[in-house]
T-cell receptor
Framework: DVKVTQSSRYLVKRTGEKVFLECVQD?????MFWYRQDPGLGLRLIYF???????EKGDIPEGYSVSREKKERFSLILESASTNQTSMYLC??????????????FGPGTRLTVL | GIQVEQSPPDLILQEGANSTLRCNFS?????LQWFHQNPWGQLINLFY???GTKQNGRLSATTVATERYSLLYISSSQTTDSGVYFC???????????FGKGTTLSVSS
């Protein structure tokens, strides 16, 4: 079974702090994704990565950056956390699309509160 | 962009009842996923079903891609089925999943 893990289930940070959210997958998937989920707005893509050291902006990249130094790990960085980044953050992974490998698998999520 | 609509938005059932959740999408797609989000927020994969019918225990799903809809059937519902059910399809670029707003299911004993 595919397993995607996230470093924290709950996180509380202060405004202005630098925040790191870590995601690890154990199935040798090439693609990895970061989404945030907010009431009334649904899930929105922040960034995704095709492969190691490759990244593309999603729909809402402002205020975030990412790092993918190893294939299994994809980090989301909030350079200077703000209260409007309080949200549920979900990581996902996928094998190279095509040939029936389009299914995305999600981690358990991190509920981040910025005070 | 592709629009995904789910109905009904809310569903309340007694344990043992059956239900059908619907997902309509605005453009032709070659992929569709159904998820269950549990009370702790995790998205659990139910089906990857670009077309046809699949069954997994009490759950089954059918996608008719040519008519741009998918159905999720839950039979003999249990309290553990409660939560939010999402369908999702890929955007035109094949990168981000576009999610519907979900159907919130409450099953009482």
């Amino acid at each position: 079974d595919v397993k995607v893990t996230q470093s924290s289930r709950y996180l509380v940070k202060r405004t202005g702090e630098k925040v790191f959210l870590e995601c690890v997958q154990d199935m040798d998937h090439e693609n990895m994704f970061w989404y945030r989920q907010d009431p009334g707005l649904g899930l929105r893509l922040i960034y995704f990565s095709y492969d190691v050291k490759m990244k593309e902006k999603g729909d809402i990249p402002e205020g975030y950056s990412v790092s993918r130094e190893k294939k299994e790990r994809f980090s989301l960085i909030l350079e200077s956390a703000s209260t409007n980044q309080t949200s549920m953050y979900l990581c996902a992974s996928r094998k190279i699309p095509g040939l029936g490998y389009n299914e995305q698998f999600f981690g358990p999520g991190t509920r981040l509160t910025v005070l | 962009g592709i629009q995904v609509e789910q109905s009904p938005p809310d569903l309340i059932l007694q344990e043992g009842a059956n239900s059908t959740l619907r997902c309509n999408f605005s453009d032709s797609v070659n992929n569709l996923q159904w998820f269950h989000q549990n009370p702790w927020g995790q998205l659990i994969n139910l089906f990857y079903i670009p077309s046809g019918t699949k069954q997994n225990g009490r759950l089954s799903a059918t996608t008719v891609a040519t008519e741009r809809y998918s159905l999720l059937y839950i039979s003999s519902s249990q309290t553990t089925d409660s939560g939010v059910y999402f369908c999702a399809v890929y955007n035109q670029a094949g990168t981000a999943l576009i999610f519907g707003k979900g159907t919130t299911l409450s099953v009482s004993s």
